[in-house]
């Protein structure tokens, strides 16, 4: 199949129960707590109209990346069609959904204290960043790769790990909670550092994927798409790992060193502020000193 044509497009989307319905229990849950449960319990809380906005578009990213064409075009033909499924459900939309998110919706879930204590646990920096990009890795050693395109229950295990496991990845610089709850983000500097180091493990993988002879089987069997060859393909798929993964985590930390110059700039004017208010009142005392002396 040199080119997959419209019919490809138009046949290829996998109604899967399991997606369609996980889905769709839990917008509807969440526009059901954001719109009447609310109004009638929560009336003083308000909530941006953006908010219940990038949090659906977080799970129709997801609806799109598993039951579109995609899904298929990645698991029968295109190990980089793949990888660009695996940017929307890792780096894409799981920022969308914390984002969406407002802490009072949290606070029942986490004012139980075993759970809060998990998630104190499994949202500090150093396990988050350790339990993704291990997961994250260990789905891409060629076993396990090969084993998700031959069972589909793997297939979701993958999915569902990727997802839940991106998303607690993302805590840290994404949490709805204030920072008193000790479930916050990191501070501005921590973030910007904790982003840093996070785009070294993608870039290294996508680096080796890129250099790499093809590594995964089902891929080498199968009718070429575009002319594209199994070795280019596998490349093509470590360099979306690569480049536009690593975009990701470049856009949001410049965003984030911005605000970061800014609090300091605001910082030192206060600072100098304080400080020449200081040295004025310390002159004006002086003056009358030296008046009642005269």
């Known amino acids: 199949m040199q080119d997959p044509g419209l019919d490809f497009w138009l046949n290829n989307w996998h109604w899967s129960p ?11 849950f969440y526009l059901y707590a954001v719109g009447p449960w609310r109004k009638r319990h929560r009336p003083e809380e308000e909530l941006p109209s953006w908010r219940p906005f990038v949090f659906v578009l977080g799970f129709a990213i997801i609806f799109l990346a598993l039951v579109s064409p995609l899904d298929e075009l990645g698991d029968t033909y295109l190990f980089s069609a793949h990888m660009v499924q695996h940017l929307c459900l890792t780096l894409i939309a799981p920022p969308l959904l914390l984002l969406g998110t407002p802490a009072w919706l949290l606070e029942p879930v986490f004012a139980y204290k075993p759970l809060y204590r998990i998630a104190r646990g499994l949202t500090y920096p150093a396990v988050a960043f350790l339990l993704f990009n291990f997961d994250f890795w260990l789905w891409h050693a060629p076993p396990l790769y090969n084993a998700t395109l031959e069972n589909e229950g793997i297939h979701i295990l993958e999915h569902l790990t990727f997802i839940i496991l991106a998303v607690i990845n993302w ?57 594209i060859s199994a070795a280019s393909d596998q490349q093509l798929g470590g360099l979306i790992m690569w ?19 800014q609090n300091q700039e605001a910082k ?27």
């Open 243 to 261: 480049v536009p993964g690593n975009i990701v985590y470049i856009l949001i930390m410049s965003v984030l060193f911005i605000r970061w110059m």
């Open 18 to 28: 399991s997606v369609i319905i996980g889905i769709l229990l839990i917008v509807g």
């Open 268 to 294: 030192q004017i206060n600072e100098e502020r304080q400080r020449d208010q200081e040295e004025a009142e310390l002159s004006a005392s002086d003056n009358n000193a030296g008046l009642m002396n005269g």
């Open 171 to 227: 805590w840290p610089i994404f949490s709805p909670m204030p920072q008193e709850s000790k479930l916050g983000r990191l501070p501005l500097g921590g973030q910007i550092l904790y982003l840093f180091l996070s785009g070294m493990p993608v870039v290294a993988l996508g680096a080796g994927l890129t250099f790499f002879p093809p590594l995964y089987a089902p891929y080498l069997s199968v009718p070429r798409i575009w002319g």
